[in-house]
């Protein structure tokens, strides 16, 4: 029997779970497809400079989360943003709203999760395609598995003879497009964020130069989970519309130097499960922002952790 467990998914859930395994004895090894860790925690780099096209900022609210994201200010990976963001409608700011703290990263919110996979085994542009009982993924046996990515991915990888774990994945998932811009200067009012609302075109928009602490003039705005739906297969038809409504909210007037549209079929989990992750009996497991949500970064943490600990607790699955 393999004493080795496997973590498909080197987002911020899959090295959550990683780490709790290594820390409690267990061998493990974490695969992804991309060429980076970090999934939706996403860096594009632009004239040398990160910006960041899936998640935004994340919050702080368990402490146990808390205290890791205390780690990250110490060692200067992540800093307190704001807790204020602009409330905007199409035609231009109508007010701010204050909530909790929101934090940022210089070097992307990327960077957060290569720091907590640093020392852990990761085995990356390795795309999973079927796991089955045993656990065996790929043909090759594990001690365990646990898959660490929204419950569409996860279901597609599962086997017909898997009926529980597929039950368990799944689910309802928005996507989101998210559309960069860069500026010649800063030409927009002083903001970190807007909320944008009574808009059926963006949702939100960050200040890219504000929340990484450079004041370069590049903003990235997130389109409404409707246009993103219908416009996934084709974002050109709907970029024009979505940098008109951007400088509509902000009263923008000069041209972007650039443009680009980064697309997220499955961006946040709509109905997330209330438990914080699935262990069957076949030593699969199921864990990410898709468990005990809202659908963020601190609830995929959070679960990855709770997963890994309880793998390691029960021990490699019995074939
Ligand atoms: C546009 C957008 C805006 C967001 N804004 C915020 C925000 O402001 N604040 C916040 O807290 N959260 C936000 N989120 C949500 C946040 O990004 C997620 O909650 C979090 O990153 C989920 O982490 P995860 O590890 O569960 O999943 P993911 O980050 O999706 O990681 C899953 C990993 O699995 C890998 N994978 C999938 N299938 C396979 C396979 N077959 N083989 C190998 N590897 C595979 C993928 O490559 C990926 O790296 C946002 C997300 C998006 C897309």
Request: overall charge negative; aromatic content about 6%.
């Amino acid at each position: 029997m393999s004493e080795e467990f496997l973590v498909v998914g080197g987002g911020i859930s899959g090295v959550a779970c990683a780490r709790a395994l290594v820390d409690a004895g267990c061998e493990v090894v974490v695969r992804d497809r991309g060429h980076r860790l970090g999934g939706r925690m996403a860096v594009k780099t632009l004239d040398g400079r990160p910006v960041d096209v899936g998640a935004s900022y994340f919050t702080a609210s368990v402490p146990v989360f808390q205290r890791l994201v205390q780690r990250w200010v110490d060692i200067e990976l992540a800093h307190p943003w704001t807790d204020t963001f602009h409330v905007g409608e199409p035609g231009g700011l109508v007010g701010t709203r204050t909530g909790p703290m929101r934090y940022a990263t210089s070097l992307g919110l990327r960077s957060l999760v290569e720091d907590l996979a640093r020392g852990l085994p990761v085995d990356q542009h390795h795309d999973v395609e079927a796991v089955e009982p045993g656990p065996s993924v790929d043909g090759s046996p594990y001690a365990g598995v646990a898959l660490a990515m929204p419950g569409p991915q996860a279901l597609d990888l599962l086997a017909g003879s898997l009926p529980q774990e597929r039950n368990a994945s799944g689910g309802v998932w928005e996507p989101c497009m998210s559309l960069i811009a860069t500026y010649e200067s800063r030409v927009w009012p002083e903001i970190d964020g807007v909320f944008v609302n009574n808009s059926a075109v963006l949702t939100f928009i960050a200040d890219d130069g504000s929340r990484r602490g450079d004041r370069a003039p590049v903003l990235v705005a997130h389109a409404h989970p409707l246009l993103s739906a219908s416009h996934l297969d084709d974002p050109d038809a709907v970029t024009g519309t979505m940098l008109a409504e951007l400088e509509g909210v902000l009263g923008i007037t000069a041209p972007p130097i650039s443009v680009a549209v980064k697309r997220w079929s499955l961006a946040k989990s709509v109905s997330p499960h209330a438990d914080h992750y699935f262990l069957g009996q076949s030593g699969i497991g199921l864990c990410g922002d898709g468990w005990h949500g809202p659908s963020r970064i601190e609830s995929a943490y959070l679960s990855g952790r709770a997963l890994g600990r309880a793998m390691a607790s029960e021990g490699p699955a019995a074939a």
